[in-house]
């Protein structure tokens, strides 16, 4: 009698995201080149959005606290990006010629956008999460307020008139690959024990205390990794 082979858990995890990846390549050269481009743009912004609300999600959702300046985190990111591929592009136009120096130089962008945004989330969460509710939505308003003003008052970014000139370096397999990737991420972080740590936050920070939970410690870290993934976005 034989007995079916039986796969280690962390491939039975890892398999139905391996397979997401492939179906996105799989639509990316097969698909999207027969698609009108009115529904292409909008699907490529819907996959943005999707991650940027993922990102959020882990601190509204998963750890239950009332930020309202998420967008500031995705502008730092997108204008880091921005400006590090334009400067690139300025200076080295040849990488750009070639898609795969292209696709290189873009994955280095966007993990520095994401990077600066998630020390941005990292200084602006650590004095701000130690408050609740109400208080710390204010908070976080008035630092999406204030990176709206200061990027609309730097000339070196474009200013009111954004930036010209940024090479087209997205595609349909980086952004719903980078999806694909943000909720594997956060999927196994709220299912490790820093994520347990945020469900406990969420549910009753007093409890979470008395337990031996640092809540601020677990927001800050819940802070900090959604502006990396909002800073992707």
Not at 86 to 109: I, Q, R
Not at 157 to 170: E, K, Q, S, Y
Request: with cysteine; aromatic share 12%.
């Amino acid at each position: 009698m034989t007995t079916k082979p039986v796969l280690p858990y962390g491939l039975q995890t890892l398999w139905p995201w391996l397979l997401a990846l492939a179906g996105v390549f799989g639509v990316h050269f097969l698909v999207t080149d027969r698609l009108d481009p009115y529904y292409f743009t909008i699907l490529m912004y819907a996959g943005i959005n999707c991650i940027l609300a993922a990102s959020l999600n882990l601190v509204s959702g998963f750890t239950g606290q009332f930020s309202m300046g998420h967008a500031g985190f995705m502008s730092v990111g997108g204008y880091t990006s921005a400006f590090l591929t334009t400067t690139l592009a300025t200076k080295h136009p040849e990488w750009f010629v070639d898609p795969v120096m292209g696709n290189v130089v873009f994955g280095v962008v966007l993990l520095a956008g994401g990077i600066v945004a998630a020390l941005m989330g990292y200084l602006v969460g650590l004095p701000s999460l130690r408050l609740r509710g109400d208080y710390l939505a204010i908070v976080t308003l008035g630092f999406g307020e204030i990176i709206r003003v200061s990027i609309l008052n730097v000339d070196a970014i474009g200013g009111a008139r954004g930036m010209p000139n940024i090479p087209g370096l997205t595609s349909f397999a980086w952004i719903y690959g980078l999806l694909v990737a943000t909720l594997f991420v956060i999927w196994r972080l709220i299912h490790s024990a820093q994520g347990r740590g945020f469900l406990a936050v969420r549910e009753d920070e007093i409890a979470a205390e008395a337990m031996g939970v640092n809540t601020t410690q677990a927001k800050v870290r819940a802070f900090a990794t959604a502006a990396f993934f909002a800073g992707i976005s």
